[in-house]
């Protein structure tokens, strides 16, 4: 079974433009998390996804933002871009069986490395 | 003071060796912990998982929880140059809804052939 893939693996972007970010979860998995992983504050949640709706945010500005589609692949979106943006970007998919929104375990993307200068 | 506090390391042992690994947190709504395994430009893969106090063990690794206290733990025996990468302990609440992890800064790992 294929794992989560991210799209694109490298991005470099300078101060003021926008960026999304596409993650595809693993084949079943329904619900998709999205973090930030810089050297100075490790691996932050930023928000969750799962049937097309935001079911949990981290407290990140409203610069940052996602969405889910059907086949439950989502992206996330970055406005007006600030240097301390620079980070990887992971996308992690959770099996959410039906009904059940409790913890579950999650798999991780590759990330996508943005460089903004 | 964060929730989930790591010992950033690095940490240097022996090929063979049992390494240690451990993270305390504060909140006591985190119910489900994860060891996760980063090699460097990769993104972490998940090691171990558990929801219950006590040793969960899968081939080397063994997990231990310790909710009493608020203490878990990451044993590796027989360890490998190929184990050589960043360990992050990561957990979460199990109430409806609530996906979202907290994750240790990480502790480096180096296992010298």
């Known amino acids: 079974k294929a794992g989560v893939t991210q799209t694109p693996r490298y991005l470099i972007k300078t101060r003021g433009q926008q960026v999304t970010l596409s993650c595809s979860p693993i084949?079943?998995?329904?619900?998709v998390s999205w973090y930030q992983q810089t050297p100075g504050q490790g691996l932050q949640f930023l928000f969750e996804?799962?049937?097309?709706?935001?079911?949990n945010k981290g407290n990140f500005p409203g610069r940052f933002s996602g969405r889910q589609f059907s086949n439950s692949r989502s992206e996330m979106n970055v406005s007006t871009l600030e240097l301390g943006d620079s980070a990887l970007y992971l996308c992690?998919?959770?099996?959410?069986?039906?009904?059940?929104?409790?913890?579950?375990?999650?798999?991780f993307g590759p990330g996508t490395r943005l460089t903004v200068l | 003071q964060k929730e989930v506090e790591q010992d950033p390391g690095p940490l240097s042992v022996p090929e063979g060796a049992i390494v240690s690994l451990n993270c305390t947190y504060s909140?006591?709504?985190?119910?489900?912990f994860m060891w996760y395994r980063q090699y460097s430009r990769k993104g972490p893969e998940l090691l171990m998982y558990?929801?219950?106090?006590g040793n969960k063990e899968d081939g080397r690794f063994t997990a231990q929880v310790d909710k009493s206290s608020k203490y878990i733990s990451l044993f590796i025996r027989d360890s490998q140059p190929s184990d050589s990468a960043t360990y992050l302990c990561?957990?979460?609440?199990?109430?409806?809804?609530?996906?979202?992890?907290?994750f240790g800064s990480g502790t480096r790992l180096q296992v010298q052939p």
């Open positions: 558990t929801y219950s106090s």
């Open positions: 996804y799962f049937s097309e709706t935001q079911r």
């Open positions: 992690a998919s959770s099996l959410v069986l039906a009904g059940v929104l409790r913890g579950d375990t999650q798999y």
């Open positions: 909140n006591s709504a985190f119910q489900y």
């Open positions: 084949s079943g998995h329904r619900s």
């Open positions: 990561a957990m979460g609440p199990w109430d409806t809804g609530r996906r979202a992890l907290t």
